[in-house]
């Protein structure tokens, strides 16, 4: 499962239709309308040294529609890094983004700056260690007991449908 700071960075990096995001900001150029949302500012002129009041929007922009700009991505990186081992093994298997379905694929795991990976192929899940001396002992069943490292980040897959 997710914990609420992946769900928040979910919802950061992919905002739905009828999200609010931040404030405007937008300067108003005279004065602004009595019923919008504003504020009175200053910034310092860095050309003439001087402050320069000026009104500015403090609306709340709203996500009117949401989705990829071109193709959807065929791979989304999540950081996991603040996740327990508990919630690293309970990871979603999918993820629905704008309509688009995502397969978790893998993650990466790290203790002091040697990664090591999680691997999900054909329905068996792998532990990738390239520091192994042997061929055979770098690629092999995962076991919960690998699980004693950092999170790094979890890769989810787009699905391919024809």
Not at 48 to 63: A, S
Request: hydrophobic share 35%.
């Amino acid at each position: 499962s997710f914990t609420s700071s992946s769900v928040d960075q979910l919802n950061e990096l992919f905002p739905m239709a009828g999200d609010k995001i931040g404030y405007c900001g937008a300067e108003f150029l005279s004065e602004p309308p009595k019923h919008s949302l504003h504020a009175l500012t200053d910034y310092l002129d860095v050309e003439t040294n001087k402050r320069v009041n000026f009104y500015e929007c403090r609306g709340v922009p709203q996500i009117i529609s949401s989705s990829f700009i071109n193709n959807n991505p065929w791979v989304i990186p999540i950081d996991i890094q603040s996740l327990s081992s508990k919630d690293i093994l309970n990871l979603h298997p999918f993820l629905t983004i704008y309509d688009h379905s995502y397969q978790l694929a893998g993650y990466t795991l790290n203790d002091s700056n040697h990664f090591t990976a999680v691997i999900f192929w054909y329905g068996k899940k792998l532990y990738y260690d390239g520091m192994k001396p042997s061929k055979d002992s770098r690629l092999v069943p995962f076991k919960p007991s690998f699980l004693n490292k950092e999170g790094s980040y979890a890769y989810y897959f787009r699905v391919v449908t024809n």
